[in-house]
């Protein structure tokens, strides 16, 4: 029996001591008529060699980023993983650990965690940040609660340059919640009409940069939200906020994003980790965890989940959300990846993005190829306009060995020839050279 | 016991120096390019610590060692599920062709990936007796959200949707229960539990009528005890219309035994960070994921996974014109999802049963071997938790249950759950689980029966307790008075540009 330990002679021991004849007996209290009385029908049991080879087997089913020039961002980015961030979050006392709530036993995870709270905040540009959340999207949806909470309006309006996905799950809660969502059009790549909003929004939320590759004007966003009275969300890159002015220069009052780029896995999408940074003034109704430092009885410092009442297992449907996990395992990749990197390292990465980015957008102007927003500034994205249709260059592509980038057809009408382009600090010159001839060769 | 000597550690950044960098970091080799001109304004202060590979190892492989987890020793944290993370599980969900995939890529791209999706979903089927698994919850809290939003969907496609507005949550409930049904937009009425532990059926009867969306039924209970009328509850709950959701906290009690689909239950959440074996990661990724019956199917969230019977091979329906939409960005916690197919298909059909059974052996083990000095809140056979009331200890000898938790880590374990359910004074909550060999329970035992000694003859080693860890008792209070929430430097550093 894999990973249970008992002997014969353990149970026969341990059923003389609890006073049953068989461990059938202890389930007394389950109606014969509800017991399986027949083994289900699933595969076979595989032994250790078995299993390795099974999922190995679909695995390499997958055309992954270790065998394909990578150039599909959209949200999560081939970016580089230093090898300490693997090796010190398999630890086991880390990895096999549970929420702390006996904070005399967890003080090493509840100092990461403080220490996350602390980077996020400061890579954001805001008061403080929490313990983190299921991903970007939920992240999203969790701020726009909170901002009808704390306003009593129920719109909420969100640029259409925002994530396809991030706006999809935000349908879902607000359908959910009884809140009105209202899209912000774009033009030419950019959110710039605000006009809509009024004294029923709850809050403006924009993303920076935005799913188009775009650097938003945050200023003009900002002002629209105060005019109404509406609280300013931002979903922000932390990697492009390594270079560009943080949210909370923008007085934003609730930043939100998805922690991938910082040293976790894309996974398929998932497990991510979810950010939520906010000015102080919210701090005892936001959702999820938060750590703060304080002392035992002989002064010594420590650390502690702290603002409990807040949350679901002490003000059950009074609490601020339902949130119970959070992604501490993932928040601690975020803050070995800080730490590996520190502000001049984590300046690199996004540096050479812009540099790698800044010759990519002129290397693929290619064959009619060329730039479908060409006045806006980006940070790490492009949109590349096609003179074919962009799933079949992507297709093409893929057969020679890049992953080209993500067609937009399927999320923006009319732009059925238009690529999303990301470049990472981890192409080199060579590569998006090449990225050019063979796309001028499928043109 | 003497106090462990361990200096207190500093905070990463006051071991910052600056100019110095933890990683070889790739860097581009494409021309420089002029900052400002690409981008406009620029950023113009970041503070992150700096320091070099060996000290950020050090760091944080200190702090390791002031965390406990299960590698380190038993955790019998009920309702938890802490069960042993087996390593063939890590090896196998960190397999390239698995962790450098992009959801967005085209499906014809990833078909070992669909195909991980669609085995974990027929065997959770199986196991569940579900007609349908979606894998997209993030947590089990999450499920039980998503959960309440497809029940929401039913009764709005009946024309109910103004009518039904409150969710049922027993008193033992777990608190994620009424959160989720708040946030879902439902009000909440507590229905009581009865002296046996089970649910109060005549309260039951008296909560029920056409404004009831929902029940939400935890089972086993969180009192560690079988709901035995389950199958009467379900049927007194669809009589009104309602629908009966199954909180899948404890399924570890059920795995390979009994099926929560042939109990009745229109849908339930599975923690698969708990029953199957995913890494809890000191609080999260959880791994969620829901079963439902075919009348709920409509409203799955969307993309829909399906093996496609025409031809085998594994697809995605986006076309579903009832779906309650996307509940996560992509296909859930992937990577979770990959260890815990790894460990279904480690007992599969052969061995199923076996985690139940000796889940439930170890917790009435356990119960049986402390029965003198911690008496179970009711006596029954337990599953595979089960709860014990101090009291007894609060009442004579002014010592709490928190006081025996704090003084078992003394002893160098893990402290069950305290205080929880809320219906049992100073209850300890504890949970074997199957992977903890007799050995293990025994010492565990030995020192609960040792502590409750010392709680009679020298109750101040239990109110001072823990003095062995690295500090001691923390002051809440002034954490709350005085937020202090993240680091904050003296000077505010430039940037070398």
Redesign the interface.
Known sequence: ??????TEH??E???A????RS?D???????AE???NA????????N?YE??L?????????????RLD?Y?G???Y?R?I?S?VG???????????????????????L?????F???I???YGM???N??M?????SMAEAA?LASAVTSRSRIAISQGV?P??R??L??YA????LQVETLPLMNGATRDYSTIGTETACVIVQYPNFLGT?EDLHAAKEAAQEAGALFVVVADPVA??????PGEFDADIVVG?GQPLGV????????VGLFACKEKY?RRIPG??????????G?????M???TR?????????T??????????A?ANT?Y????????????A??????T??AMKALQVKGAKLKFEKQ?V?GEFALELPKPAHEV??RL?DRGI?AG?PLGDYYAGMESVLLVAVT??R??AQ?DRFATELSEVL | MPTKKVQQPQLIFDKSSPGRIGCNLPVADTPEVDLSAALGDLRRELQLPELGELDVVRHFTNLSHLNYGIDTGFYPLGSCSMKYNPRINERTAGIPGFTHIHPMQPPATVPGALEVLAQTQEILCQVTGFDEITLQPLAGAHGELTCLMLIKAFHAENGEGDQRTVVLVPDSAHGTNPASAAICGYSVKTVPTDTDGGCDLNALRAALGPDVAAFMVTNPSTLGLFETNIREICDMVHAVGGQVFCDGANMNAMVGTTRPGDHGFDCMHLNLHKTFSTPHGGGGPGCGAIGLKSHLEPYLPVPVVRRSRASGSVELDYTRPHSIGRVSAYFGQFLMEVRALTYLLAFGREHMADISRHAVLNANYIKARLKDVLPAAHDRPCMHECVLTAEKYKREYGVRALDISKRLIDYGFHPPTNYFPLIVPEALMIEPTETECKETLDQFCDAVIAICEEARTNPQLLHDAPTTQIVGRLDEAAAVKNLDVRFRSAEPSKLNV
């Open positions: 029996m894999p990973y249970i330990p008992h353990d149970r021991a341990m059923l001591t609890i006073g049953v461990i007996d202890l389930f007394v209290d389950i109606p509800l017991r399986l083994p289900l029908e699933i595969p076979s049991a595989k250790e299993l390795y099974h999922l190995a087997h679909l695995a390499r089913q997958n055309l992954d980023a270790t990578w599909l959209a949200g999560l081939d580089y230093p300490v090796a010190l979050i398999s630890r086991g006392e880390f990895l096999t650990a549970y929420t702390p709530y006996q904070p005399e036993f967890s003080q090493g995870y100092q990461t965690i403080y220490e709270q602390s980077m905040a400061e890579v008061d403080l940040a313990a983190s299921y991903d970007g999207a939920t609660y994530h996905h991030f999809q799950v349908d879902t359908w959910a919640n009884s650097i906020c390594a270079i560009l002015p943080p998805e896995a894309m996974g398929f999408g998932g497990p991510l701090v965890r938060i750590v703060g430092r304080t002392h035992d009885h002989l010594r410092p420590g650390y502690t702290t603002l409990r949350e679901q297992d002490i003000r059950r449907e009074k609490a959300s339902n949130i119970c996990t959070n992604e501490a395992l993932m601690l070995v800080l730490s590996a990197l520190g502000k001049n390292g984590l300046r690199s990465v540096e050479s993005t812009v540099r790698n800044q010759y500034r940070f992507q297709k893929i992953m993500l600090e981890t080199s010159k998006i």
